[in-house]
């Protein structure tokens, strides 16, 4: 949903025929695992991923990101900042040149294939892989690892190495919402990984606040920072989790500047980092948008905060998420009650 370049896994349940972009010659697709190619996801300019038609084998897909890597570089404009992403090429072009331009930089033929005819991997369980669950190989499991906003010490990364290395494949994964799966444990070894990653400081189980906050570098380490995104998130989580229990997950994207490298506008909260005045003072604070998502919720939030002070803003999403719960149709989300409401309702109903 939110990359320039996008390859998703899609299955052919049955033998079909694809068409060449090559040369329009019919392509048999055996059964199996495919992926479908999508293309100009750029969140931070509120635009989510597009289909593009096209389905590779899992074994293509390096080739194609390097093949439509190589046409943005020789026809992109890398020269300004706001323009330097394949949404503006392919603006300028349309979807069918781009993908005849890359066409001619690979051996094999790019293959059109209707998306209605794949069978769709099933919709991802929010929060969903935090914990232990098994996997299809038998009497193998993976542990979903809650790595507080994505920071590790070299200490800790070390000593999760060496849990994959003893105990899993040796593989470990990262994740989007910047969490880590550790893969193949066997189930004999589930209780004893989960206690060593304790001890590491790391959780195996979160909250449905906790489960999934996310922040960009901040201004510890990124020039164009507004805001100490990662410390202000590990205290706003805090706030929250202490003060609040909800019955479903929500997401919250704390980006420090418009890059919008933590993705604000797919969060259910998003948290753009601004610079504020208060009292004659600059400070640091956030424009806050509700109401994004990705997947089966896919959605760009709506700003309905504009420069809150991060003094006030623990307060602000507490009010939100209490007011949320008391108004709520039964069952409804965080997401489907913020996406039914206009900006100035929320404003008032949070307001008070
Ligand atoms: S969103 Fe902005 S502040 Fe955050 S890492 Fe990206 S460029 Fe830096």
Not at 129 to 156: A, E, F, L
Not at 254 to 270: E, F, K, R, W
Not at 345 to 352: G, K, T
Request: aromatic share 8%.
């Amino acid at each position: 949903d939110t990359n320039d370049i996008g390859f998703m896994a899609v299955k052919l349940a049955t033998e079909a025929a694809g068409e060449s972009l090559k040369d329009g010659a019919a392509v048999s697709l055996a059964p199996g695992i495919y992926f479908r190619v999508e293309l100009c996801g750029i969140t931070g300019h509120k635009q989510l991923a597009a289909d593009s038609g096209i389905v590779i084998k899992p074994s293509e897909a390096v080739a194609v990101g390097a093949a439509m890597v190589r046409v943005f570089n020789e026809h992109g404009d890398r020269t300004d900042r706001k323009k330097a992403r394949l949404k503006y090429l392919i603006d300028k072009w349309g979807v069918e040149k781009f993908l005849a331009e890359a066409q001619k930089k690979l051996a094999f033929p790019l293959v059109k294939f209707p998306l209605a005819q794949c069978v769709k991997r099933p919709a991802s369980i929010k929060h969903g892989h935090v914990g232990v669950y098994r996997q299809s190989q038998p009497g193998k499991n993976y542990i979903g690892v809650v790595i507080p906003v994505g920071v590790m010490s070299t200490k800790q990364m070390r000593r999760v190495a060496d849990l994959a290395q003893n105990y899993g494949s040796g593989n470990l994964r990262l994740t989007p919402w910047q969490n880590l799966l550790l893969p193949d444990v066997p189930d004999g070894f589930v209780e004893t990984v989960k206690r060593q990653l304790v001890r590491i400081g790391f959780y195996h189980e979160a909250t449905n606040i906790l489960g999934g906050l996310v922040a960009c570098t901040g201004n510890t380490g990124c020039k164009w920072a507004a805001t100490d995104t990662k410390g202000q998130a590990v205290a706003l989580g805090a706030h929250l989790n202490q003060r609040l229990r909800l019955d479903h997950p929500i997401n919250i994207h704390l980006t420090g500047c418009p890059n919008s490298c933590a993705q604000h506008y797919v969060g259910d909260i998003g948290l753009q980092g601004v610079k504020v005045n208060v009292g004659g003072e600059s400070v640091e604070g956030y424009n806050v948008v509700f109401g994004g998502g990705v997947g089966a919720e896919a959605g760009i939030g709506k700003q309905v905060f504009t420069g809150i002070s991060f003094d006030e803003l623990p307060t602000l999403l507490e009010r939100v998420l209490k007011t949320y719960l008391a108004q709520r149709a039964p069952h409804e989300t965080f997401a489907a009650f913020t996406r039914r409401h206009e900006v100035k309702q929320l404003q008032e109903m949070f307001s008070q």
